[in-house]
T-cell receptor, first 112, second 113 residues
Framework: GQQLNQSPQSMFIQEGEDVSMNCTSS?????WLWYKQDPGEGPVLLIA?????ELTSNGRLTAQFGITRKDSFLNISASIPSDVGIYFC????????????FGKGTKLTVNP | DAGVTQSPTHLIKTRGQQVTLRCSPK?????VSWYQQALGQGPQFIFQ???????QRGNFPDRFSGHQFPNYSSELNVNALLLGDSALYLC????????????FGSGTRLTVV
């Protein structure tokens, strides 16, 4: 129940295209987090979601907390070369815990 | 304002050896968490230090230990290294009780041969 399943595992797209990736779990969660990891760097928080059905944007990024509370998706519009990296979904292990559980990530490659 | 600083950036060790990794948290942060990221995987929680004590621990053996100093900096020690310990070790700092939102360092790449 703790595992987060991300898909797709990798994506190869052309600059300017839109991207969609998602994350699912068999358990219900109260928070979804989306991180990006650039090559050679640590993960950076992109978006945090706190309520079922919540839709939140951060520039060209949009993320939604699924109604069932078991999934979330992340969209990137009009991709640019600097969008290259690995995108992780994550959740807190349990209420009040500050331990994060991460998915395995979606690796994005953007061809100029 | 410096973020999270980790050292060294890379190192190579031999099986059976011991290693110490270091982390300086972001200014104003008092909590340090360590994560292990194997190749092609997401980071996995090792443990968290606050007020110089280990507060939470993930599913890692006792070979993994740590320390936090009065200035909030932290060390991760791994004894009796195994080939499977090869990974990127990430340090993340946060403010205790502030929702746990981390600032991650760039990591230490450990290779065990």
């Amino acid at each position: 129940g703790q595992q987060l399943n991300q898909s797709p595992q990798s994506m190869f797209i052309q600059e300017g295209e839109d991207v969609s990736m998602n994350c699912t779990s068999s358990s219900i969660f109260n928070t979804w987090l989306w991180y990006k990891q650039d090559p050679g760097e640590g993960p950076v928080l992109l978006i945090a979601l706190y309520k079922a059905g919540e839709l939140t944007s951060n520039g060209r990024l949009t993320a939604q907390f699924g109604i069932t509370r078991k999934d979330s998706f992340l969209n990137i519009s009009a991709s640019i070369p600097s969008d290259v990296g690995i995108y992780f979904c994550a959740r807190w292990l349990q209420g009040g815990s500050e331990k994060l559980v991460f998915g395995k990530g979606t690796k994005l490659t953007v061809n100029p | 304002d410096a973020g999270v600083t980790q050292s060294p950036t890379h190192l190579i060790k031999t099986r059976g050896q011991q290693v110490t990794l270091r982390c300086s948290p972001k200014s104003g942060h008092d909590t340090v968490s360590w994560y292990q990221q194997a190749l092609g995987q997401g980071p996995q929680f090792i443990f968290q230090y606050y007020e110089e004590e280990e507060r939470q621990r993930g599913n890692f053996p006792d070979r993994f230990s740590g320390h936090q100093f009065p200035n909030y900096s932290s060390e991760l020690n791994v004894n009796a290294l195994l080939l499977g310990d090869s990974a990127l070790y990430l340090c993340a700092s946060s403010i205790q009780g502030a929702g746990g939102f981390y600032t991650f360092g760039s990591g230490t790449r450990l290779t065990v041969v």
